[in-house]
């Protein structure tokens, strides 16, 4: 419900069921409330988290509905939660809340902490799962970029294991 809440109209963020955080301000005690979210939308596999602490063994599942086809494969649009650890999602095809689209190039940004390049690596390497009839599990060892915005110093490798919860198309 957070995705399709415009959260700026308090009443439908309310009525959807969406978690609101009363704040409180010690300094000029005053207080109010603001629409809170859990941030799935930006790390729905948790890899931000584990390379801020220099985890350099990473299985990352995904649980996509999405069966892959060699007419149908991994597509940046459809996976911008992925694409954007690469900064791969394409323009007008990331997150979609109730205000709108964010664009690409500001969501790559904040959540980009791979190489870009390394996006097309996956992608083939899904195809070839999908083309050889087997299980889509991939495994890459990826250069971990700096990102500010989620806390990640970056500067090390890091052995990522992207499993799909899907069998390729027969």
Known sequence: AQMKADSS??????????????IWNGIDKQGGETPFADGGGVDNSAIHALLRRGTR????????????????????????????????VPEGKGPKMASGVIKAEVFNKHVQVFETGKWAELVDAVSKCVADKAAVVVPMKLAVLANQAQGVQGGYDAEVVFVFNCMPAA
């Open 9 to 22: 109209k308090e009443g439908m963020w309310e009525a959807l069921g969406c978690t609101e955080l009363h």
């Open 57 to 88: 063994k990473i299985l990352s599942c995904y649980a996509n509905s999405k069966v892959f086809s060699e007419e149908a494969p991994l597509d940046a649009a459809d996976f911008w939660d992925l694409s954007a650890l690469f900064g791969a």
